[in-house]
């Protein structure tokens, strides 16, 4: 029987699959170590510690990412990661965006049972009764009172701020690997398909964070999932800021912004928990779903450049990529 047309030659298909297990497994391997190695030490996940060590953990897919690639395309493997700067609209965008999606989230979050607006962010003190001191409560509480404008509009401005900069770095190690490594393995799925898996390894990834209260400190199992479901909705709208803006910086900047404000439905935010509010919560999740009909119509709107990853060259099918 004659294969189909169009059809990749199966070694296409087995290299690339190698390549992403390799990536993966390397990855897994040490960052799952060294979560270990801070757990076994005594040191959980509040305080400075997620400070310190959440930058690290976030950097080995890309240094596992930059010592493949420079393995496998040696000199070009700047390009090969998509690490370039490509003026876009589509920067601005993935600043706008997350801060968009927060906002969203926040009014989903006030129409779940259970949820009313709190405007003096005493539920958000209360959260961090196990974190902070009393003093450091009281001495935040007295900060608050003291500004003339609203915690909530105030962390926009320092958001895009964050996410332009210094979040961008410690959000670039993990774009090196996710939308820059695993995004080119995967380079023969579909669109869909390939985003969706590199959400799923992504949140799978985070799994001994989960445990340990990251994101979900009063429910860490039921987080687990949670994580991976939030990380393949996150995938898409992604994955196309990296297709269609052909850098990655614009996922970076997005990422970096995203976790500069994801905290904003806490701001005013009464009820709920973990697991309903903020952008990780159910809330988080709703509005996430939404964008993947609005990313899959611009990408379909839009058709990637010549020689762009999902470019249509020589009859190929229009959802795929070269490896």
Request: with cysteine.
């Amino acid at each position: 029987m004659l294969p189909a047309e169009n059809t990749p030659p199966v070694n296409d298909l087995i290299r690339p699959a190698r390549r992403a297990a390799r990536f993966y497994a390397l990855t897994v391997v040490l960052s799952w170590a060294l979560a270990a190695v801070v757990w076994a030490a005594g040191f959980r996940w509040i305080g400075l510690v997620p400070i310190v060590v959440g930058p690290v953990y976030m950097w080995i897919p890309g240094i596992v990412a930059v010592v493949l690639a420079r393995r496998q395309h040696g000199s070009n493997w700047r390009d090969a990661l998509a690490l370039r700067w490509r003026w876009s609209w589509l920067l601005g965008a993935a600043l706008l965006g997350p801060v968009v999606l927060a906002v969203a989230a926040t009014g989903v979050g006030l129409l779940l049972p259970g949820t009313s607006f709190d405007p003096t962010m005493e539920a958000l003190f209360q959260r961090l009764h196990d974190m902070l001191t009393p003093q450091q409560i009281a001495a935040a509480r007295a900060q608050v009172t003291s500004l003339p404008i609203h915690p909530f509009w105030l962390s926009i401005p320092q958001a895009l701020l964050a996410g332009a900069t210094v979040n961008s770095i410690a959000a670039l190690g993990e774009e090196l690997g996710w939308r820059g490594y695993l995004h080119q393995a995967l380079g023969t799925m579909s669109f869909t398909r390939r985003h969706a898996t590199i959400g799923a390894l992504w949140g799978i990834w985070h799994v001994p964070l989960i445990l340990q209260g990251h994101n979900y400190p009063r429910h860490p199992l039921q987080g687990v999932i949670l994580m991976i479901v939030f990380c393949v909705l996150l995938a898409v709208p992604m994955g196309y800021l990296r297709e269609a803006s052909r850098t990655l910086v614009a996922p970076t900047f997005f990422h970096g912004t995203l976790n500069a404000c994801a905290g904003m439905p806490l701001l005013v935010t009464a009820g709920g928990d973990d697991t309903l509010i903020g952008m990780t919560g159910l809330a988080g999740l709703l509005v996430l779903l939404a964008t993947w009909p609005v990313a899959l119509v611009l990408r379909h709107r839009s058709p990637m450049p010549a020689g762009a990853p999902g470019a249509v060259v020589g009859g190929a099918r229009p959802d795929a990529a070269s490896a």
